[in-house]
């Protein structure tokens, strides 16, 4: 028994020494590893280094070198974006069936109860384009009947504002307050802009402001979104959501590159996929409202065009859909004068092939007034060139 008892105790302490030997001999490697892996990143070939900085498990708490860093930009460009209140007023009929449609369908807008008007307030956001005061924002956050524009500055000043003039068609309107000395954010070439090039989002959304989120430019040149009747939006995946609007789209280099005005979301909020009006477009807008207050575009006359379907191709006898259908126009137009006749297929306009009835409009606004344009048209199977001139859009609105 004793013996037994014995070589127990020598099995035990054997197993004992030779764990401890094992695990010294563990720990000494690990060291050696520690203590190489600098000498490795510093020249070792890469297949050596790959074992060795798996084995370093603090690593990855550190963060990648070579990042973004947003911070000067930012710190910046929140000084030339402010805040908007606009206090509207909104006549609304007082019938208690006004919602109800099989009413009004029955008998149409019932005046015997009478209307009243009811104040409503839009908040939005605004982009410092001058030292003196100018402020451009969204057409919808100024709204219609305005009575009183506050704007609210980053240093917590809130000054009454007056409306310069306002663009529906882009959606874009000009403010000024009697303030001088204030922070400007730049205008940027707009079509520089790249897909995947760095862009900041400021605004006040939910009124919280001078918010700051980041994204990347997702596409250029959007259009047939519903938001106005010229579109030609930035994309981008930067947060966007009530409030942001009118608000500054930056660059890297902090400068303006477009104002945030709408978000495509089924749910109201932010889902990745914001639009900004481009900084181009939108210093061309600034630009007519400043000197007429109001923006002067090219015109051919009224006409309405419409997207080519692939029923509408084949029964006009045209291999694809690309081109704007002419489907009515007016006979006092220049479009009319010069021979386009209701039926025809604009495919280009001064040599561009025209894919789309919204690219139409903007070639047709953006040419020179006075100017004398050269379209391609297919009428009954053949090409035609039509020579034709550009007149002013409209007459300039009246200072509100």
């Known amino acids: 028994m004793s013996k037994r008892f014995g070589l127990f105790v020598v099995l035990v302490l054997a197993g004992f020494l030779g764990g401890v030997l094992v695990t010294g001999w563990v720990r000494a490697a690990e060291s050696s590893r520690v203590l190489e892996s600098p000498r490795t990143a510093a020249g070792a070939p890469a297949a050596a280094a790959a074992p060795q900085q798996r084995s370093a498990p603090a690593a990855s708490l550190v963060p990648a070198a070579g990042g973004p860093d947003f911070t000067r930009v930012a710190s910046q460009a929140v000084k030339g974006v402010a805040n908007i209140s ?6 609304t009929r007082n019938s208690p069936f006004s919602n109800d449609p099989f009413f009004r369908y029955f008998f149409g807008d019932d005046e015997m109860f009478g209307s009243r008007d009811r104040r409503s307030l839009s908040l939005g956001s605004g982009v410092i384009i001058s030292s003196d005061g100018y402020v451009v924002t969204n057409n919808h956050v100024v709204g219609e009947n305005v009575r009183e524009i506050t704007i609210a500055l980053p240093d917590k000043r809130e000054i009454k504002g007056k409306v310069i003039g306002a663009d529906p068609d882009t959606d874009i309107a000009l403010l000024k307050i009697g303030v001088t000395g204030l922070p400007v954010v730049p205008w940027a070439d707009s079509s520089q802009l790249k897909v995947g090039e760095w862009v900041l989002a400021i605004g006040s959304p939910f009124q919280l402001s001078q918010t700051v989120t980041a994204g990347i430019v997702s596409a250029t040149g959007r259009a047939n979104m519903g938001f106005a009747a010229y579109e030609d939006f930035i994309q981008t995946d930067a947060a966007i959501n009530p409030g942001n609007s009118g608000g ?26 914001g639009f900004a009006v481009p900084s181009n477009l939108a210093k061309r807008v600034v630009a007519d409202l400043m000197q007429y207050g109001g923006v002067r575009r090219g015109s051919i006359g009224y006409l309405r065009i419409e997207k080519l379907t692939p029923e509408l191709a084949g029964e006009l006898g045209v291999a694809n859909t690309n081109g704007a259908l002419v489907s009515q126009m007016m006979r006092t137009s220049e479009a009319y004068d010069a021979g386009v006749r209701p039926g025809d297929i604009v495919v280009s306009f001064n040599g561009t092939p025209v894919d789309d009835p919204s690219q139409l409009q903007r070639l047709i606004a953006d040419s020179k007034i006075g100017s004398t344009a050269t379209i391609k048209i297919l009428r009954n199977g053949r090409t035609m060139e039509v020579r034709l001139p550009i007149v002013s859009s409209a007459s300039p609105r009246v200072r509100r």
């Not at 606009?86 to 006549?91: C, M, T």
């Open 86 to 91: 606009s206090l509207q007023v909104v006549r």
């Open 248 to 273: 500054a789209l930056i660059n890297s280099r902090g400068e303006l590159v477009g104002i945030n005005t709408g978000i495509y979301s089924e749910s109201g909020g932010y889902q990745g996929i």
